[in-house]
């Protein structure tokens, strides 16, 4: 009796994508030539596109680039800047590093999870505002800052945290 071979991830037929994201995903890693050694690059231009990184699509990647599920998933949970859920519309960036925490950056922190109804690295309930920390903005002499989009804040308080989302409320009416 012949002793069954086991097929290589590589030797198994290609699943057809089944979503618009899976489609981009295999779209990137072909122009990278799907080699594994590009895969932070892959990931980096997929979360361009698309604004984060699916979990939906590890599969794809894997399959494509001839790694596991596994490798995939490791690299984007390790990474910090892989999203791995939609943001809102704007991103608010809110400095952690200890200029910003001798000047009140935790109460700024807790005001601004309060007022949007989430968490460090959610997203509020209109979709319209995520919030993160970070570990310094190079505003230390106007600390506690935060950054939405690019451009840079310094010396936010709860109100001033509260005028500037207001800002960006009226921006999308607009």
């Known amino acids: 009796m012949a002793k069954k071979q086991k097929s290589s991830p590589a030797a198994q037929p290609a699943k057809a994508p089944s979503s618009p994201a899976e489609v981009k995903a295999l779209a990137i890693c072909a122009a990278y030539g799907n080699k594994p050694s590009e895969l932070l690059e892959i990931l980096h231009d997929l979360q361009q596109s698309l604004g984060y990184v699916p979990e939906a699509v590890l599969p794809a990647l894997a399959s494509?680039?001839?790694m596991s599920r596994a490798e995939?998933?490791?690299i984007v949970t390790f990474y910090h800047d892989f999203k791995r859920q939609p943001g809102?519309?704007?991103t608010i960036k809110i400095?952690?590093?200890e200029a910003c925490q001798s000047m009140g950056?935790?109460?700024l922190c807790d005001h601004a999870e309060k007022s949007l109804k989430t968490t460090m690295g959610g997203t509020s309930a209109d979709g319209k505002v995520t919030i993160e920390e970070v570990y310094c903005l190079g505003n230390c002499s106007l600390s506690p800052a935060i950054l939405v989009g690019d451009k840079l804040y310094g010396r936010v308080d709860a109100k001033r945290f509260d005028e500037i989302v207001a800002g960006l409320s009226k921006e999308t009416a607009a």
């Open 64 to 66: 494509a680039l001839n």
């Open 72 to 74: 995939v998933h490791g």
């Open 88 to 90: 809102g519309r704007y």
């Open 95 to 97: 400095c952690r590093a």
């Open 105 to 107: 950056t935790d109460h």
